[in-house]
């Protein structure tokens, strides 16, 4: 079964009209870099720069990998995500998703991250909206500053900072934590700037985020 939907049908391998990669369930993608095999178990999600698939690495580990378009016809996406792997290669902190492993296969650039839960926009919308316990606000506002704090002595800027980018880890969803306090992540950062900038070269991706300035 396709992993995801092809528009050329039920082809083995190789690149659809999208130029995503055509993958299955159980296929397995290997980094001649590391040497660490992944095994595709289910599909996650897509956007304009290719898929998302749950996997399992060749030593037990549950992944994230993200599978960008064919390098040749998607040139800007490709850089964002080296620069992605570059600045998630020089991080370590508890509140941000940690980079497993990074290769091409088949001219399609992937990144392997840590698994993680769903994200603070999710939780809102299945809470009709109404806000999120206080505990779970209290543990993602002292996370995320620790995790911000750390960026700026980097120093990093993250440039798209909203509720889809702080996700959960280990657990489903809050109500299944019992007494433990939410452990949040803060993940995407293909546009995050490094190094000397002036304050007119950061852009803020997601514009409802932007401060009003």
């Not at 508890?94 to 839960?117: N, T």
Request: with cysteine; proline share 5%.
């Amino acid at each position: 079964t396709l992993l995801f939907p092809s528009p050329i049908g039920d082809a083995v391998v190789g690149t659809d009209e999208e130029h995503n990669l055509i993958c299955r369930a159980g296929d397995i993608l290997t980094s001649r870099s590391s040497g660490q095999s992944f095994q595709l178990l289910q599909a996650i999600g897509y956007g304009a720069f290719g898929r998302v698939a749950r996997a399992r690495s060749t030593n037990g580990q549950r992944v994230a990998l993200k599978i960008l378009k064919h390098k040749e016809y998607c040139a800007e996406v490709c850089l964002e995500a080296e620069q992605e792997v570059r600045i998630l290669a020089r991080l370590d902190h508890p509140h941000i998703v940690s980079l497993v492993d990074y290769f091409e296969f088949q001219g399609h650039l992937c990144i392997a991250m840590e698994l993680l839960g769903p994200n603070l926009y999710e939780l809102l919308v299945r809470g009709d909206l109404r806000g999120l316990p206080l505990t779970t606000v209290r543990a993602a506002t002292a996370q995320l500053l620790s995790a911000l704090e750390y960026l700026q002595n980097v120093p990093i800027i993250h440039g798209d900072l909203k509720p889809e980018n702080v996700l959960l880890e280990g657990v489903a969803w809050p109500s299944l934590l019992g007494d433990r306090v939410p452990h949040f992540k803060l993940i995407d950062f293909g546009g995050a700037n490094q190094g000397e900038w002036l304050a007119e070269d950061v852009t803020v991706q997601t514009l409802p985020y932007r401060a009003p300035e």
